[in-house]
């Protein structure tokens, strides 16, 4: 009997994770509110509930037997999965791994309490003056349960200024405008250069695949711009970096499928982390820029876990240098239209590059991005 996959969200984020299951054999079931994504058109059959309907998605899950149930690339949808195999069991994170790794105030709280190097923050909720006289600027406000660098803003001091007072309040109502709980994290400044660390788990042991760079726009609100596999770190660091962070997945109780980690390391060598996604990282790096630098198919593992399997972790096909670059404005049009140009055996894949006709303010308001090897 053809097994079937529940696959929460139709975006374009989720369109390799259908693709893969289809490559597999599976059918797929794809929830999400119907809004002419492309999930519902590449879907055996699409459902329209929101993601957030957690117990109609497990009403219709069960009715149909499915086998598995994922998502990648998104905090939201992770949260559903945990509830729906939660309530079908179906192999996914316990949901309160999945609490502490989607909401940035448990997650702060779940470091400090497991000495995993994390900033010192405060929770403030919507309306509330917050007391940050212990904390040492620069900070970073941030929605407490959001994703894709919305709303996140970096405030310098010095603290009781005019200027620091205006700039605070503007940046914790931008966080609790953005946060489904109207809550904020101020948290200190991390300093160093940005990574992501992309793991895979089955049953609590963590396979590390790859250390990537990562671009940003830089303050304030660090708009990601890139993204580069493998790093250029050396050997110690990235053993360092696989140690801080298998500690920090045991600590937030990750024990299945793909976590993103999003991690700093400062110029003394120092590692600190920003935060950990119990799901596969988003911006085309795990669906794409793992396996074209390790080899590992990661959408396949990421689905053979879904049902319940030891993912295949596996190298196979050529590997190399590969990296991911959004387009923000002309200047990065331009660059890709000149590689397209000179070098075009370069580029592994290209999005729609919708019209440069808004203000990028966070990851989901990109033009684009292009994907090329070396």
Known sequence: MTRKLAVIGASELQEPLIEKAHELGLVTHV?????????ERTA?????????????IAAECARVGV??????????????????ADELGLTANSLGCVARSTNKHLMR???EAAGCPSPRSRLVRKGEIPDLSDMCCPLIVKPTDRSGSRAITKVDGPMGTSAFEA??????????????????????????????????????HHTFLALTQKQTTG?????????????????????????????????LGVTCGASHSEIKIAPDGS???????????????????????????????????????????TPTGPTG?????????????????????????????????????????????????YIVRG
């Open 167 to 204: 700039s605070l309040a503007s940046a914790l109502e931008a966080a609790w405008d953005q946060s489904f709980e109207g809550a904020a994290l101020v948290e200190e400044w991390l300093e160093g250069q940005e990574y992501s660390v992309e793991f895979c788990s089955w049953q609590g």
């Open 109 to 111: 709280e779940t470091f």
């Open 44 to 56: 055996d059959v699409f459902h329209p509930i929101s993601i957030v309907e957690k117990d109609a």
């Open 271 to 313: 590692i600190g982390i920003v935060e950990i996604g119990s799901r596969m990282g988003g911006d085309c790096i795990g669906s794409d820029l793992v396996h074209l630098s390790t080899g590992v198919d990661f959408v396949r593992a990421v689905v053979q876990v879904a049902l319940g399997e030891e993912p295949d972790l």
């Open 321 to 369: 240098p590969a990296e991911v670059r959004y387009i923000l404005g002309q200047a990065d049009l331009d660059e890709m239209h000149h590689l397209q140009v000179t070098d075009p055996g370069r580029i592994v894949r290209m999005s729609e590059i919708r019209p440069l006709d808004h203000e990028v303010t966070d990851s989901g308001s990109r033009f684009g991005f």
């Open 31 to 39: 929830f999400a509110w119907e809004a002419g994504d492309i999930g």
């Open 219 to 251: 303050a304030p609100h660090f708009i990601e711009t890139g993204h580069l596999e493998p790093a250029p770190v050396d050997a110690e660091t990235l053993e360092r970096v696989r140690s801080v962070v298998g500690h920090a997945l045991d600590a």
């Open 67 to 84: 086998d598995g149930v994922a998502t990648i690339a998104s905090d939201l949808a992770n949260i559903t999965v945990a509830s729906v």
